[in-house]
C-alpha cells in the first residue's frame, strides 16, 4: 500500500510539475524536455551518491562534479561565449556559490539519509523559481500555477511522511 501512495504522489508531483510548465508562452518545449533529461540524470546521480556513501566524502564528490562539468561545458564555450560584464561576473559568483553550498548539502543529506526522504525536496525547485518570479520581476501565478504548487507541496509532503524504509520504521518501533 505504501508504494502504491508513493508511485502516486511521485505522479501527483509530476502533474503539478506540467501544470506549471504547460503555459501559452512556452512555444519551444525543447526546454522541458531538457529539465526532464536533467531530472533524470539528477536521479542517476543520487543513487550513486547513496551506493558511494561510505568510501568518498561530499567535499571529494563535488570536486569531481566540478572537474567534470567543467570539461564538459568546454566542448560548448566556443560557440556561444559571451564576455561578462561587472554584474553578470557577480549574478555568475553568487550562482557558483549557491550552486556549491546547495549541491554540497544536497551531497551531505543524500549520504545520510535515505533518497526518499531528501529528493523530495527537489520538488520545490519550481515553487522557489516561481516565488523569486514574483518576487523580483513580479511575474505573475495564474491559477492553474497555484494549482501545480499545491500539488507539488501536498505530494512533496506526503512522499516524505511515508518516504520512510521499512529498516527505518523497524528501527524507530524498537
Known amino acids: 500500500m505504501k508504494n502504491l501512495i508513493l508511485i502516486g504522489m511521485t ?11 504547460d503555459q ?6 525543447t526546454a522541458v ?22 568510501r568518498v566524502p561530499p567535499v571529494v564528490i563535488i570536486f569531481y562534479f566540478t572537474l567534470i562539468s567543467t570539461l564538459g561545458s568546454l566542448f560548448f564555450l566556443p560557440h556561444t561565449f559571451v564576455w561578462p560584464n561587472l554584474l553578470e561576473w557577480l549574478a555568475i ?17 543524500l549520504q545520510r539519509t535515505p533518497a526518499s526522504l531528501v529528493v523530495p525536496f527537489s520538488y520545490l525547485t519550481p515553487l522557489l523559481s516561481f516565488g523569486y518570479g514574483f518576487i523580483f520581476w513580479r511575474d ?23 518516504g520512510k524504509t521499512e529498516k527505518e520504521d523497524i528501527a524507530a518501533n524498537g
Not at 24 to 29: A, E, K, L, R, Y
Not at 95 to 106: A, D, E, R
Not at 140 to 162: D, N
Open 140 to 162: 505573475p501565478l495564474s491559477f492553474k500555477e497555484a494549482a501545480g504548487v499545491l500539488m507539488i507541496i501536498a505530494a512533496s509532503t506526503v512522499i516524505s511522511f511515508f
Open 11 to 21: 505522479l501527483s508531483a509530476f502533474a503539478g510539475i506540467y501544470l506549471l510548465v
Open 24 to 29: 501559452p508562452q512556452i512555444t519551444d518545449h
Open 33 to 54: 524536455w531538457t529539465g526532464l533529461l536533467s531530472a533524470v540524470c539528477a536521479a542517476v546521480a543520487y543513487v550513486s551518491i547513496r551506493a558511494i556513501k561510505h
Open 93 to 109: 559568483a553568487g550562482i557558483g556559490l549557491f550552486s556549491y553550498y546547495g549541491q554540497l548539502w544536497l551531497t551531505m543529506a
